[in-house]
């Protein structure tokens, strides 16, 4: 048998089937490493072990009685530390919500649950979402189990930690910004940010009404389809989230012969000069595509400084609407980062946000036209590998240095992993996009692209 740590959702259930593991046992061992691991790494805020025992009791004696919930049944999780977990602490990793006991399980975590999934805890994240890999919170800031001076990307970075450590085989997060995906890249696993509106955000404490995701975080693609599959779906209850036909998560083995991939060339090769070993990776991507039959077209999309200028002006008007009444009484209780950014959001006009919106729809239709000639875009997503964590220049200049902030805007579905390695050890990574509700054809290219990638199996030393 594997090693538990690093067995994926489909192994984990044949070794539950074949009674050569028991939800008990992988709970307990996955602990141990986390007690030898995480003091280095810090991807959680606040481990459940006694529930997630008491749980991984119920799932073993479910499945001993042939009572299989289905793919996610006992299989362990992470939870970022913005979504509410019933009686645990939603913190957000702020002074501010010190003490803040969730009531009720987030609808994500509902239907995981529902599924048989065993939290695991709460994990590490920027505060609100926003603030940085800062030093000054109630709790000391994730690092890269890649290199443990450098950061994991952010915001939902405990979950991007853990997953790469070993520690967790499915996380969730948030992504507001490329707060999936930043870890994604950082720590070389699979993060998805689905389709706006495909899955419920109720439970989750909001940074931008008009953009926020929640998405599944994995470290492979087939482990991030089993998620969605259970996570995706409409809820009346969240105002963003949309009525339909959910897709299937399927054809993950279907390889890309004859798809369509658009190679946006332009974001890292002239919007933004990119690193060039994230340079290389890229074209290495497109080569391992085009090699199993994929066709790869240079398309260009509007300039990035389009895309983030943006979002930014949306994401932090409507942070500031949430914000504002503790920023004006509280100010001192937020980290320096955090304060700052949240801040930017009291001067930005009315008219200004209006016309953010307005530019947002002809972006929109400048992605969705590209979309009449391709199936997927293939594009970067961080422009450097992560830098070390306690330089603030560093992390302001590499922290915009990305392509994941177009999406968030348009609301189409990307997904981020591991391109590489860089010479000083450190993940590159690739960033697929989709039209709406096309989910499941990343998953298909990410899965593909596994199949043939030279880093596969590759693993942080510290995690080994």
Known sequence: MSDPAWMGVAEIGKAYADKTLSPVE????????IDRLDPQINAFILPDREAALAAARQAEAEIMAGRSRGPLHGIPVGVKDIIDVAGLPTTCHSKILAGNIAAADAHVVALLRRAGAIVMG????????????SFDLPSPPARNPWNPAHHPGGSSSGSGAGLAAGMFPLALGTDTGGSVRNPASACGIVGLKPTYGLVSRRGVFPLSFTMDHVGPMARTAADAAAMLAIIAGYDP??????AGPVQPVTGLDRGVKGLRVG????F???DMIADPEVAAGLDGVAAALAGQGADIRTVTLPHLREFIAVNRTIQYCEAFAIHGKWLRERPGDYATATRQ????GAFIGGADYVQAQRHRLALITAVNTVFQDVDVLLCASAMDPACVIDDQDAIGHTFSRQARMPFNVTGHPALAMMSGLSQSGLPLSVQFVG???ADARLLQVAAAYEQIAPWRDMRPSLAA
């Open 122 to 133: 709460k994990l590490s994240t920027w505060e609100f979402a926003i603030g940085g890999p």
């Open 341 to 344: 950014r949240l801040m930017t």
């Open 263 to 266: 190679y946006v060339r332009s």
């Open 435 to 437: 039209p709406a509700y």
């Open 268 to 270: 890292h090769e002239s």
């Open 26 to 33: 992988l709970v307990q061992a996955l602990f141990a490493r």
């Open 237 to 242: 209850a969240d105002p963003g989230s949309v």
